[in-house]
């Protein structure tokens, strides 16, 4: 069974600066998909920003990026130049590849509040 | 394209009582999920589907059915709800691409909240 950590409940950042949200994941699996999810308040579950293990480069999406370190089992998220609207809790989910698994799983962390200050 | 449509988006019910939460999407998406979400846990999987007539418990499907006896429509079933129910349920949906990694990304609906009293 996969499991991922996210060990900042809350975070909070000033609107046009930087925040850095972190993810650890335990997994036997050699390839796989990473991935965050954003909820805002709507409630509505949005793909953030995927990465693919077998990939070294990091992904990146406008102002969000990752730091994917496949060793030492890390994935975390980067918001530069935060806006308001950035405000919600992130989620950090993994997914083994479907060609291991018949599933689609998404294993999903306890999440990262994250609120944008003006 | 609607996306993914779940209904109802709000439900209070007594325990013991019975419903069906609905789901349809209109992307052709062959397979389809149904994950909870409780306060500090993350979304937890329930039960899913790889196309019509196939269903799976994942991994906290008790007290709950499922059937999928059309492409576009995966309903969750309470038979006798109980407090320890009352949460968030999202139905996701993706198509199943084993060969396109860029295929399998779910949408989500876009919530119920479910009280059982």
């Known amino acids: 069974a996969q499991t991922v950590t996210q060990s900042q409940p809350e975070m909070s950042v000033q609107e046009a600066e930087t925040v850095t949200l972190s993810c650890t994941y335990d997994?036997?699996?050699?390839?796989?998909?990473l991935f965050w999810y954003k909820q805002p308040p709507s409630r509505q579950m949005i793909l953030v920003i995927r990465?693919?293990?077998?990939?070294?480069q990091n992904a990146t999406e406008n102002r969000f990026s990752v730091n994917f370190q496949k060793a030492a089992k890390s994935f975390s998220l980067k918001i530069s130049d935060s806006q308001l609207g950035d405000t919600a809790m992130y989620f950090c989910?993994?997914?083994?590849?479907?060609?291991?698994?018949?599933?689609?799983?998404?294993?999903f962390g306890a999440g990262t509040t994250v609120t944008v200050r003006a | 394209n609607a996306g993914v449509t779940q209904t109802p988006k709000f439900q209070v019910l007594k325990t013991g009582q019975s419903m069906t939460l609905q789901c349809a999407q209109d992307?052709?998406?062959?397979?389809m999920s149904w994950y909870r979400q409780d306060p500090g846990m993350g979304l937890r999987l329930i039960h899913y589907s790889v196309g019509a007539g196939i269903t799976d418990q994942g991994e906290v499907p008790n007290g709950y059915n499922v059937s999928r006896s059309t492409t576009e429509d995966f309903p969750l079933r309470l038979l006798s709800a109980a407090p320890s129910q009352t949460s968030v349920y999202f139905c996701?949906?993706?198509?199943?691409?084993?060969?396109?990694?860029?295929?399998?990304?779910?949408?989500f609906g876009a919530g119920s909240r479910l009280t059982v009293l």
């Open positions: 989910a993994f997914m083994k590849h479907p060609l291991d698994s018949n599933d689609y799983k998404l294993s």
């Open positions: 996701a949906s993706s198509y199943r691409d084993r060969a396109n990694s860029g295929a399998n990304v779910l949408t």
């Open positions: 997994t036997s699996e050699n390839n796989y998909y």
């Open positions: 990465q693919e293990a077998y990939k070294q």
């Open positions: 992307m052709n998406h062959e397979y």
